[in-house]
T-cell receptor
Framework: AQKVTQAQTEISVVEKEDVTLDCVYE???????LFWYKQPPSGELVFLIR??????QNEISGRYSWNFQKSTSSFNFTITASQVVDSAVYFC???????????FGAGTRLFVKA | EAGVAQSPRYKIIEKRQSVAFWCNPI?????LYWYQQILGQGPKLLIQ????????DSQLPKDRFSAERLKGVDSTLKIQPAKLEDSAVYLC?????????????FGPGTRLTVT
């Protein structure tokens, strides 16, 4: 079965704190892609990152970083020095070879307080 | 580059009425997706088109939902008759192809309230 679990429903931090959003996935495929999307209050999902199953290198983009560990089936997302504009719902997603369907987690709502 | 356009942005209808949503994908994107996002949940794929052909509609409630993509560009999603549980945001997305690696670009969504 294909599944994405985001155990944290809501996280609240104060500006400038670091925060990590957890994502655990299940799949029997050996080839797949993992994604993170941001959904601000406006409602439009914004693509943040794509990672394929053969590339376990961690990635950093500005204040954002991602830690992909195949051994634990996790793809965690860290925001360093959070800002109020980071307040949004963040979704982790899995795209597998069978039918190319994208499966989303339930999302983690992040509140960053000034 | 223009993004994915959707209309209307909001719609309120009574149960048993019908409703239609429209989506215009990014120019040149062959693949179009309709998702249903119920409050507090992640998006769930309803149907995926590759050009004007259906690739996956396994989670589309076909007794009441229908979708078409004439000429492989714009698409409409219809619900007839609507039920209370159809209240959700309906998201349209497009990608260059339907292959595994391509990210999807999402529209702003249509928020449907069924009373």
């Amino acid at each position: 079965a294909q599944k994405v679990t985001q155990a944290q429903t809501e996280i609240s931090v104060v500006e400038k704190e670091d925060v990590t959003l957890d994502c655990v996935y299940e799949t029997r495929d050996t080839t797949y892609y993992l994604f993170w999307y941001k959904q601000p209050p406006s409602g439009e999902l914004v693509f943040l990152i794509r990672r394929n199953s053969f590339d376990e290198q961690n990635e950093i983009s500005g204040r954002y970083s991602w830690n992909f560990q195949k051994s634990t089936s996790s793809f965690n997302f860290t925001i360093t020095a959070s800002q109020v504009v980071d307040s949004a719902v963040y979704f982790c997603a899995l795209r597998h070879t069978g039918g190319f369907k994208t499966i989303f987690g339930a999302g983690t709502r992040l509140f960053v307080k000034a | 580059e223009a993004g994915v356009a959707q209309s209307p942005r909001y719609k309120i209808i009574e149960k048993r009425q019908s409703v239609a949503f429209w989506c215009n994908p990014i120019s040149g994107h062959a693949t179009l997706y309709w998702y249903q996002q119920i409050l507090g949940q992640g998006p769930k794929l309803l149907i995926q088109f590759q050009n004007n052909g259906v690739v996956d509609d396994s989670q589309l409630p076909k007794d009441r939902f229908s979708a078409e993509r004439l000429k492989g560009v714009d698409s409409t999603l219809k619900i007839q008759p609507a039920k209370l549980e159809d209240s959700a945001v309906y998201l349209c997305a497009s990608s260059e192809t339907g292959t595994l690696s391509y990210e999807q670009y999402f529209g702003p969504g249509t928020r449907l309230t069924v009373t």
